[in-house]
């Protein structure tokens, strides 16, 4: 069984930082991906930014220039630095974790981002 613990999100300032972690407790597996999601009040759960184990990265439009992922494969651990917030970036963002292509991916219980003024 695997846990996504995430953390590091709260109340910020339009133009301001935040930095999410998230660990993965329980059985330790080499994931093939980690992700980062967010949903919006109202709309539907989208992709933020994704890493592979190779080190390939994919990011929104919507977060490009703006947030970087970064992993940590020794510590099943998958951060995201996010710089510039703006108030359209307030969402739950929760953590993703692929074993692989084929198989369903494990979900973390969110955290917070509330971008105002």
């Known amino acids: 069984q695997v846990q996504l613990v995430e953390s590091g999100g709260g109340l910020v300032q339009p133009g301001g930082s935040l930095r999410l972690s998230c660990v993965a407790s329980g059985s330790m597996f080499n994931f093939y991906a980690m992700a980062w999601y967010r949903q919006a009040p109202g709309k539907s759960r989208e992709l933020v930014a994704r890493?592979?184990?190779?080190?390939?990265?994919t990011y929104a439009d919507s977060g490009k220039g703006r947030f970087t992922i970064s992993g940590d494969n020794a510590k099943n651990a998958v951060y995201l630095q996010m710089n510039s917030l703006k108030p359209e970036d307030t969402a739950v963002y929760y953590c993703?974790?692929?074993?692989?292509?084929?198989?369903?991916?494990?979900w973390g219980q969110g955290t917070q981002v509330t971008v105002s003024s």
């Open positions: 993703n974790a692929e074993l692989s292509p084929a198989t369903r991916p494990y």
């Open positions: 890493i592979r184990s190779g080190g390939e990265i």
